[in-house]
């Protein structure tokens, strides 16, 4: 991985594609610290930062590719969203349990299964607790690595659509890694395409598909025009 | 399991029994039947200076696996410490830890655990510091182990990402993943420093006369195999019943605590 | 005809006495192409090793029948399931890296599949890397060498070695990028086209089951809820079936 440079802008969501072994999960980890770059430096604000140290650890938030994984057995839901509250010190001591439960309840995880822990949910319910403790953190931006990859086919409409709304409501500033351009559609405003560890194409979204000109971009852009299901139920879009 | 800890119960009974029965003291020396079988009087007869066997073997239990519990003890609290810190902490830190435990794990157990022995006299309690200086590096090793592949799951970073506190972090997401297989590994380990610690009483340097201790015993009864065989073979079965008993409990504990489940596809 | 797979009633439950697949009846006709896709956790793997005879022991066919080309395989014995393995039936795994000896390097793995199927090693080898697009190299490299695409393509040259009556593909592209998925679907196409084999398609992915068959089955819980055209899944009376369709239709459609 060599000279990468890369901006994502205030309430900006940014897709970020490319073929496994690109570097996409390793750009995306160096972010919050999982990974040390060799050189070069990340800027927060303008002003440098230490991914994963100080207050960087809180502003950048991470979701991992596989939310079951993510989240503690030993811990429950709530037990989960007030480890980030507690951790971080936000808001008032007798508040955060309240609090707590606002965020889970927000993102659609009923009362009844915030007592519960991730092994007793579902893969889309636990993506929803993750979110709910990155969001309760009050990032700035939060990268996701592969939000969709390891949900059930299914489940995967409903994860976007929480996407939308959440960035609807919060405007927070989102990197999404994914290996697959459809998705993004409904999500990110501009595409990063990273090839052999190099940001080949950089362009918003409405234009990538008449004037993204990499070739691997323009390969992307085939995997679109696969059509859609016929006749299954009217497509009223997601983002509509 | 069921069945080992039954036996760990019978001995801790028995232990209680011993104290309280009127069976004669494991001291009493009765010289007028030495070497006597196993009869009304003598339950499982006599020794060479004509104390009572039942009785001896009965104040051996606390002795006995009262020692390799302490050795244990000893054991978990250096190795605990020292491979948390070394898993956790890495690098250089982690480099020096591990080849300490390397330097002593290069020699043979039994002649470092006799070579502590000879430096402090022979003694019980010598024979326990002994086997816990060899016994360490080991388990020290077996826990970082545990503690590396701990601290990469996922959540345990995810965990620290997401606001805890290094400390919160080991204590409620590191540590919990590694007691289970611990619990295991301490149990399958107590039953061999058991045995440890009665080859040194056999050999003479462990538990000292007139103290009565399982491999003592049988390093008494040696002599008198031929025409005293109840002497030898009484403590014997004490030891086999007691790593018998550890060892099944090690194992239910792990069949109890494995989470893979059969019908997985 | 004699369908080369037909199940009839066929019904695996614990000893506990919950169904895992419960009643299964389908009949696939020899050469044709068919998808199973279904949610995780409702038996689509499993039904994949049933057809294989890997069901492992407590679990085993508790009622109905499995027929492979006609012949019951109902109490069928393991020495018997392993002449069907390979010649008759062959399965490619979710995970290659698995499905492959890690200690032996491609080369000889290929022969062994040569000589199972009475082939000339010399002769055969080299046309299918050829037609899979791997270069001579591959066969020198050991499984961990290869990424997993690669890997999944050495698996297909196996299945056109063997040239097996039914073709068993279960999840192969999942955990793949989306272009290597494409690149892998089509392979697969070419293998069963050129070899006449039966597939049976196994994946929770609408999309990728589109690339290689029309006809689809969907499972839910242990059962199959739908059996019928991929186009027609949207009108399709199980809920299951029809929120795949929407599913499927709303992730592709275009903002």
């Not at chain 1, 960087?56 to 811990?75: E, F, T």
């Not at chain 3, 490299?141 to 997993?148: E, K, M, R, T, W």
Request: some cysteine; aromatic content about 4%; overall charge positive.
């Amino acid at each position: 991985m060599r000279n990468i440079g890369l901006t994502v802008g205030q309430g900006e969501v940014v897709g970020l594609i490319g073929r496994s072994g690109a570097g996409k999960s390793t750009l995306a980890r160096c972010l919050v610290g999982l990974e040390k770059p060799s050189t070069g430096d990340i800027r927060l604000n303008g002003a440098s930062i230490v991914p994963g140290k100080g207050t960087a650890r809180r502003q950048l938030q991470y979701l991992w590719q596989d939310p079951v994984q993510s989240l503690s057995p030993y811990l429950s839901a709530h037990g989960a969203v007030m480890e980030a509250l507690n951790g971080f010190s936000i808001g008032s001591p007798n508040s955060r349990k309240s609090s707590a439960s606002a965020y889970l309840n927000d993102l659609g995880v009923t009362p009844d299964m915030q007592g519960r822990r991730p092994h007793a949910l579902s893969g889309g319910q636990c993506q929803r607790v993750a979110l709910a403790r990155a969001i309760a953190a009050d990032p700035q931006v939060l990268i996701l690595d592969e939000p969709l990859s390891a949900l059930d086919f299914s489940t995967r409409v409903q994860a976007i659509e929480l996407l939308q709304k959440l960035h609807r409501e919060t405007g927070l500033a989102m990197l999404i890694v994914s290996h697959d351009l459809a998705p993004l559609r409904h999500l990110a405003s501009r595409i990063l395409v990273l090839d052999d560890a190099q940001i080949v194409e950089d362009i918003r979204m409405e234009h990538f598909a008449e004037r993204a000109a990499h070739k691997l971009s323009r390969a992307y852009v085939r995997t679109l025009t696969a059509e859609p299901t016929a006749d299954s139920i009217d497509g009223n879009s997601i983002s509509d | 399991m069921t069945f080992g800890i039954f036996l760990l119960f019978g001995f801790a009974i028995l232990a209680l029994a011993g104290g309280t029965s009127n069976l004669p003291p494991p001291e009493k020396m009765d010289l007028l039947s030495r070497l006597a079988g196993p009869s009304e009087r003598h339950l499982l007869g006599t020794d060479h200076l004509g104390r009572d066997l039942l009785s001896r073997l009965l104040a051996a239990i606390p002795v006995s696996l009262g020692a390799a519990l302490k050795t244990m003890a000893a054991i978990l609290a250096i190795a605990l410490p020292w491979g948390l810190i070394s898993g956790l902490a890495g690098g250089r830190t982690d480099m020096v830890m591990m080849r300490l435990a390397d330097i002593v794990m290069a020699f043979p157990t039994l002649v470092l655990a006799l070579a502590v022995i000879g430096f402090m006299g022979a003694s019980l309690e010598a024979s326990i510091i002994g086997v816990a200086v060899a016994w360490w590096p080991s388990n020290a090793r077996l826990i970082r182990a545990l503690v590396l592949s701990a601290n990469e799951r996922d959540f345990v970073k995810a965990s620290y990402l997401a606001g805890a506190s290094r400390r919160r972090v080991i204590f409620r997401h590191v540590l919990p993943q590694i007691l289970p297989p611990l619990a295991v590994i301490v149990s399958l380990e107590t039953a061999s420093v058991l045995l440890a610690l009665s080859s040194l009483s056999f050999l003479g340097i462990g538990a000292q006369p007139p103290m009565p201790e399982w491999g003592a015993m049988l390093n008494e009864a040696r002599p008198f195999f031929a025409h005293a065989p109840h002497m030898l073979i009484a403590p014997g079965l004490a030891v086999v019943c007691a790593v018998l008993a550890f060892n099944l409990v090690g194992e239910g504990l792990r069949d109890l605590l494995d989470k893979r489940r059969p019908y997985q596809w | 005809m004699v369908s080369a797979i037909s199940l009839r009633n066929l019904t695996v439950a614990t000893p506990q006495g919950q169904f895992l697949l419960n009643k299964l009846n389908f009949d696939l006709a020899k050469g044709e192409r068919v998808g199973l896709i279904g949610a995780s956790g409702s038996g689509k793997s499993l039904t994949a090793a049933m057809l294989c005879g890997l069901l492992r022991p407590p679990l085993s066919m508790t009622s109905g029948d499995l027929y492979l080309n006609g012949i019951s395989m109902r109490g069928a014995r393991p020495s018997h399931w392993r002449c069907h393995r390979g010649r008759n039936v062959f399965q490619i795994f979710q995970s290659p890296a698995s499905a492959l000896t890690p200690a032996r390097r491609i080369g000889p793995q290929l022969e062994e599949a040569a000589r199972i199927a009475g082939a000339l090693a010399r002769e055969v080898i080299p046309k299918v890397m050829d037609k899979l697009a791997l270069s001579p190299n591959v066969v020198r490299q050991f499984p961990y060498q290869l990424s997993g695409g690669m890997k999944q393509r050495v698996l297909i040259a196996m299945a056109l070695i063997l040239r097996p009556a039914v073709l068993i593909a279960d999840e192969p592209t999942t955990g793949l990028d989306i272009l290597t998925e494409l690149d892998i679907l089509s392979a697969l196409n070419d293998a069963v086209t050129e070899t006449g084999a039966t597939l049976l398609f196994i994946s929770h992915d609408l999309h990728a089951v589109q690339e290689v068959a029309d006809r689809v089955l969907v499972m839910q819980s242990g059962e199959i809820v739908e059996d019928g055209s991929i186009k027609t899944l949207g009108q399709s009376g199980a809920p299951a079936a029809r929120l795949l369709a929407e599913a499927a239709n709303r992730l592709r459609s275009p903002c």
